[in-house]
């Protein structure tokens, strides 16, 4: 197991893929899945101040890391799913999906018959400005349903930019935020 240098004055903050944060000292061995830049390692690479779930090359502290883990590669983050999926153009559903399969969770179909209620009755969700889930084609689908639920109808051609959809959705005093 990899150690913070015993000559560290102060401390260093060490990061898990989650972005969860301990703060460790000289001597202190460093947690299973957790990396410290190479610069506050025993023996690690002082060029090294990048952790392994977002590069590619692997040095002194990052396979110490990776190997902690087990067999290499850390598991992809949720975020990091949805921007791939929505990069690649995936539909609501085939995203629903896909990330299912990845994080290998059962989806269960909607019970049989009405089932009480309907897509109007369930709350809809303002997605976010910036970050994963921010792109377009979310805002895109986030238009059409409110304004069909305010009885308005908007189309968006595919050019829309996130920008454009959310200025249009303002005119129309439909909710951004």
């Not at 999926?85 to 009405?114: R, S, T």
Request: glycine fraction near 12%; charged fraction near 25%.
């Amino acid at each position: 197991m990899s150690k913070v240098r015993e000559d560290l004055e102060g401390t260093v903050h060490a990061i898990n893929q989650a972005r969860e944060r301990v703060i460790l000292k000289a001597g202190d061995k460093i947690p299973a899945g957790y990396f410290v830049g190479g610069h506050a390692v025993e023996g690690g690479d002082v060029k090294n101040q990048t952790p392994p779930w977002t590069s590619t090359g692997t040095t002194a502290s990052a396979s110490a890391a990776s190997t902690e883990q087990g067999a290499g590669r850390e598991p992809e983050s949720l975020p990091d799913v949805l921007d791939r999926l929505v990069a690649d153009g995936a539909e609501p559903q085939e995203l629903l999906e896909q990330v299912a399969a990845h994080f290998e969770i059962e989806l269960h179909g909607a019970p049989e018959g009405d089932g009480g209620g309907s897509d109007e009755d369930a709350p809809l969700v303002v997605p976010p400005k910036a970050g994963a889930g921010s792109g377009a084609d979310v805002w895109r689908a986030y238009a059409v349903e409110a304004a069909k639920r305010a009885g308005l109808k908007i189309a968006f051609d595919d050019a829309a930019s996130r920008g454009d959809i959310i200025a249009a959705l303002d005119d129309a005093k439909i909710a951004t935020e």
